[in-house]
């Protein structure tokens, strides 16, 4: 049967990992003769490493190629079309049948391995994160009604006068995202780089706060988390930066409210109480987190089983504001979360109602291009900000994210923005160009390269005493410049660019790597270590330490030096089991940084690798200068056209 033939080719090719493999071998025995059953399994299976939260059925049968993510495997149009014609042989109905009348399927709850809901197929487990994600936010959107019927006309209007006393945006979307938090349990905050996610959220935080000062009720309790700790560090000395900006306005109350806003930030991992070496957790559903508030940054990072935990954990009573960008890439792990809750979130979809109430509370108005009679309910609780106040309407950087976003493309650019953007049309990792460019950043205004932060390297303090404020200053330095890379593998991929800028280092006697361990060695952090408090994408970097002896003499040592909230963690090289040499790395694990010249090396056979969300997430990693190194550049033509949809049911669980 051609279902049986589909599945040992693709053990054959490798394709299936042993994991999906063995998962459709468990349902052939409590499925036997059903084929069909089995290939849906194992495809189900084979999409989670995709990111996808199920195995969409139709799709699969109109476009199998992307659907299963096969265009790099397959580049000839011969195999495409192979494809093409065996899934061909299939009906959706056909499908639907068989994993209807299977007994390993439910169309909802139960205990059986596979779900069917529709033309999409899932896993038990991912069906369930699903539906809970989905309560957990229903029952929030529910709540809104009971918290508006709290602040009646004009209750915000003086106090986000206050907080917002020099913006004369029209509409200042910042004064509306923080009035429609307040009477929200469930709330989205969405923006580009710039445009002021932080600053928001810290004034939605004061505000809530005064309103409780008003009443004379106490105030909240409030957490603020991240999905990494490299993220967590970020949110922490905006949060600072924000707070810094609020004293200067002056507020009645600051100083009761500057108390009452959190400045350290948790993982979600640490938030949750992740036990080590286990899955469990200590908040959950029966013992919830102690909280009234709860703030999440880089919400696009977190997949659905984290949020689907997050949310469990939370009091019923309990609100929660997501920040992210809806355009970054998605989590690593199955979901695109802030994707799916955002997708109407460029349009407003605001409802008549909820326009007017604003306009009352705030006196701002909504465009009516942004207003629709049937606005969806979650669309009342998302705000999108739009103006960006690090990259103004002439930087380069913001004006290539922009392009990128919309789909297009335009070489000519590079020479338009020369002040913010670069191309180096190379082949090879090996060239001149790219050598200059790894070790001084070629000379360009704000290009740094890597020889600026080994440079503090080679120079330790005299006194030992001086060594955290050495350290932290040079991981500053290093955070200047990045190269990365949109694969692992290949001319151009994180494995070869690691080893040969660290030759180019070495030939240029920066560094000097005869062993494993060597002073200026970046590393960064692949799996969570909750025994050294170490979470997966933090950022080392090797040094040499001297340390005080009992008998007051000094012992030179290797330590790694890691940034944390509280401040410089030395450990020793040995205790590190999961770190990679990281001059270059994946634009994924970039996520949530920010980085004054970020270099994107593609190798020329990149393309089918590539897609907008990508770019956009590599291109914004930047502040002041972005660099693409790329022998053709016309492959971004074709990437800013393929946009990454992952499959899942959420917005129509939401709907229900």
Not at 12 to 29: N, T, Y
């Amino acid at each position: 049967m051609q279902a049986e033939l589909i599945l040992k080719q693709w053990q054959a090719q490798g394709w299936l990992r042993p994991l999906d493999h063995a998962f459709a071998s468990f349902i052939a025995r409590y499925a036997p003769a059903q084929p069909l059953v089995c290939l849906a399994a194992a495809l189900c299976s084979y999409q989670l490493k995709q990111g996808h939260v199920c195995l969409d059925l139709a799709t699969l049968l109109m476009e199998p190629l992307s659907t299963l993510g096969l265009s790099a495997e397959l580049p000839e149009p011969e195999q495409q079309q192979t494809l093409q014609q065996q899934f061909s042989t299939f009906t959706l109905a056909q499908w639907q049948q068989a994993l209807s009348q299977s007994a390993v399927v439910d169309q909802g709850p139960g205990n059986n391995p596979l779900v069917l809901i529709g033309h999409r197929l899932y896993l038990r487990r991912y069906w369930q994160y699903e539906q809970d994600i989905a309560s957990q936010i229903n029952q929030r959107l529910q709540q809104s009604t009971s918290l508006a019927a709290g602040l009646p006309a004009a209750t915000l209007l003086p106090l986000l006068q206050q907080l917002f006393q020099s913006n004369d945006q029209q509409p200042d979307w910042q004064q509306l995202a923080c009035a429609l938090a307040c009477r929200s349990a469930f709330n989205v905050i969405t923006g580009g780089p710039g445009t002021g996610k932080t600053t928001t959220v810290v004034r939605l935080l004061a505000l809530l706060q005064l309103l409780q000062l008003k009443r004379a009720e106490p105030l909240l309790a409030i957490r603020l988390a991240a999905p990494t700790g490299k993220a967590a560090a970020r949110l922490k000395d905006s949060i600072s930066g924000a707070i810094a900006r609020l004293a200067e306005l002056n507020i009645d109350g600051f100083t009761q409210i500057e108390q009452a806003i959190p400045k350290d930030v948790s993982t979600l991992h640490r938030l949750l109480g992740v036990r080590s070496g286990s899955k469990t957790l200590r908040y959950n559903q029966y013992q919830p987190l102690p909280l009234d508030i709860l703030v999440l940054d880089e919400a696009s990072m977190v997949d659905v089983e984290m949020m689907a935990a997050l949310l469990l954990a939370l009091p019923v009573s309990a609100r929660i504001v997501l920040l992210g960008d809806k355009d970054q890439l998605s989590s690593v792990e199955a979901g695109a979360l802030l994707a799916e809750l955002c997708k109407k979130a460029s349009k407003g979809d605001y409802l008549p109602a909820t326009v007017s109430w604003l306009q009352q509370q705030t006196h701002q108005q909504i465009p009516d291009d942004l207003v629709s009679e049937k606005g969806a309910l979650l669309s009342q609780h998302i705000v999108m900000l739009r103006h960006s106040h690090r990259f103004g309407q002439h930087s380069g950087i913001g004006q290539l994210a922009a392009m990128v976003n919309q789909g297009q493309f335009n070489q000519a650019i590079w020479q338009q923005q020369s002040a913010q953007l670069s191309l180096y049309k190379e082949s090879s990792s090996n060239s001149a160009g790219f050598r200059q460019l790894i070790l001084h950043g070629a000379g360009l205004a704000n290009g740094f390269g890597y020889q600026h932060y080994l440079d503090l390297v080679a120079k330790p303090p005299a006194e030992i005493e001086q060594q955290d404020i050495w350290a932290a200053n040079i991981i500053t330095a290093y955070g200047h410049f990045q190269v990365l890379a949109a694969t692992r593998k290949g001319e151009f991929g994180v494995e070869q660019l690691n080893q040969q800028i660290q030759h180019v280092l070495t030939q240029a006697g920066l560094i000097e790597p005869e062993h494993q361990w060597f002073a200026g060695r970046p590393v960064i952090v692949t799996r969570n270590d909750y025994q050294l408090g170490l979470m997966n994408g933090d950022i080392g970097i090797c040094l040499p330490k001297r340390l005080l002896q009992a008998n007051g003499e000094l012992l030179n040592v290797f330590r790694v030096a890691f940034r944390t909230a509280e401040g410089i963690k030395w450990i020793v090289p040995a205790r590190l089991n999961a770190v990679e040499t990281v001059f270059a790395m994946t634009v994924h694990k970039s996520q949530g940084s920010e980085f004054n010249h970020t270099v994107l090396a593609l190798a020329s056979d990149a393309s089918s690798m590539l897609n907008r969300e990508l770019l956009y997430t590599a291109i914004t990693r930047a502040s002041a200068r972005f660099t693409l190194v790329c022998a053709d550049p016309q492959q971004l033509n074709k990437a800013v056209q393929r946009q990454t949809v992952r499959a899942g049911g959420l917005s129509l669980a939401l709907a229900q």
